[in-house]
């Protein structure tokens, strides 16, 4: 059998079938002729052992070769080092939409030295490989594949096209796209939060005015009637749950309400010892240790000092109401990255991971007094400053809530909410 000059395979040395030899020998010489049409298409027949799955190029056209710029028996390893990712795009029956499905390099070269997935049933494949190749470069690959179960060998017959503008212009649609849902959803939470302040306003004005003359009578009655008895006890009650009810309206106004942020250079030590010295009788009176550890390189941070304190008031709030027979909190100020992390940790009893997920939400409480709007608020503040919050189990029990914060305000991005 004579075997192809710069033949880079396997198969035509090996102790395979005869079949198959001729097989790919016949399609060596039909791939041969195919290129020299000079057509678009960069043709290839790759192989594989089944058991293996190491891919060889029984064939690869010069056009590939010189894309890949490297021999025809290193072309397999080559092409394998340039993928960013595959992608392949499928529909279901009855569908119109395309489903994209993206796997990234190090996922490809999970299975051993495998460049692809494989279908271990003889068809058709589709896919597009994001390159690495003097800039990114997009390779639309089509194939066919035959299996030679008496060899243990897969054949894979098929052809590169360069899709790269189309793709790009892909990237570019999916892009505006993003931008458009982004806008969309900006709308409709600033139309949302409007509707909610007007609500509010509304609200507050026909509630307010009743419950304060509820609590003004209340006070009457309690100067005319007998100390220490049931009455009295009846009368201060309904006092003080109208003060309750005032404070609910009060904090559902600040939450509605729109802010605007009046950014201020404030260093991060500064801000928390602040707002640890405004809770510093809380702390006392709940027999708890506040704990504050910082590091020296910390980011000054660009911020609305006054809205912040407030948002650090209601999660150090938060964790002091999680330790009623006292304790220690702690508080870490540390650099990640272009932000600064604050790390507020409570030993408490924590927040069962179920209700974890509605901790932000408006009004969701798990006391028995509160309106459920401290977090919220508090949420929202950082939020606005470009930031975020979270809440998750401590390390050893309780809660750990983590706020990140950009270092400086963030370009194009509203201060206003």
């Known amino acids: 059998m004579l075997i192809p000059e710069d033949y880079p395979g396997r198969i035509l040395k090996g102790a395979y079938s005869p079949a198959l030899r001729q097989h790919v020998l016949r399609n060596i010489k039909r791939l041969e002729d195919f290129e020299q049409l000079g057509l678009a298409p960069m043709v290839y ?4 052992q089944e058991q293996e799955k190491v891919i060889w190029y029984e064939f690869a056209g010069q056009r590939f070769l010189r894309l890949l710029n490297c021999p025809g028996d290193q072309a397999a390893t080559r092409f394998r080092s340039l993928v960013f990712d595959q992608r392949t795009y499928s529909s279901h029956e009855g569908d119109l939409d395309v489903h994209e499905e993206i796997i990234p390099s190090d996922r490809l070269r999970e299975d051993g030295d495998n460049l692809r997935e494989h279908r271990l049933q003889a068809g058709r494949m589709e896919a597009i490989y994001k390159m690495n190749l003097t800039g990114t ?3 639309k690959d089509s194939s066919v594949l035959e299996i030679w179960p008496t060899d243990g060998i897969c ?15 892909k990237d570019q649609i999916h892009r505006e796209n993003m931008v458009v849902q982004r806008d969309k959803s900006i709308l409709v939470a600033v139309e949302r939060a409007n509707a909610l302040n007007n609500m509010a306003t509304r609200l507050c004005h026909e509630i307010r005015n009743p419950i304060a003359s509820l609590g003004g009578l209340v006070k009457r009655l309690h100067t005319i009637c007998e100390p220490e008895t049931k009455m ?5 009650v309904i006092a003080r749950e109208a003060i309750r009810l005032e404070k609910i309206l009060a904090g559902f106004v600040a939450y509605t309400r729109s802010l605007e942020l009046q950014r201020e250079a404030v260093e991060p030590r500064t801000l928390l010892s602040s707002v640890l010295c405004l ?4 702390l006392e009176y709940h027999g708890i240790e506040p704990l504050l550890h910082d590091q020296t390189d910390l980011p000054t941070l660009f911020i609305d000092r006054k809205l912040m304190e407030e948002a650090l008031l209601h999660v150090l709030k938060n964790g002091i109401e999680a330790l009623p027979g006292g304790g220690t909190i702690e508080c870490f100020l540390e650099r990640a990255d272009s932000s600064l992390r604050i790390r507020i940790c409570d030993h408490g009893a924590g927040i069962q991971e179920n209700l974890r997920a509605r901790i932000f939400e408006p009004f969701f409480t798990t006391k028995v007094y509160g309106a459920g709007l401290g977090l919220s608020m508090a949420d929202k503040v950082i939020r606005m400053h470009g930031g975020t919050l979270s809440l998750q189990a401590g390390q050893e029990r309780g809660t750990e809530a983590i706020i990140l914060l950009p270092d400086q305000e963030p370009a194009g991005r509203s201060t206003e909410l």
């Open 137 to 139: 470069t997009w390779l």
């Open 279 to 282: 809770l510093k009788t809380d």
């Open 45 to 48: 027949m790759a192989a594989w």
């Open 155 to 169: 054949l894979s017959f098929g052809c590169l096209l360069d899709v790269s503008k189309e793709m790009e212009q």
């Open 232 to 236: 009295a006890r009846y009368l201060e």
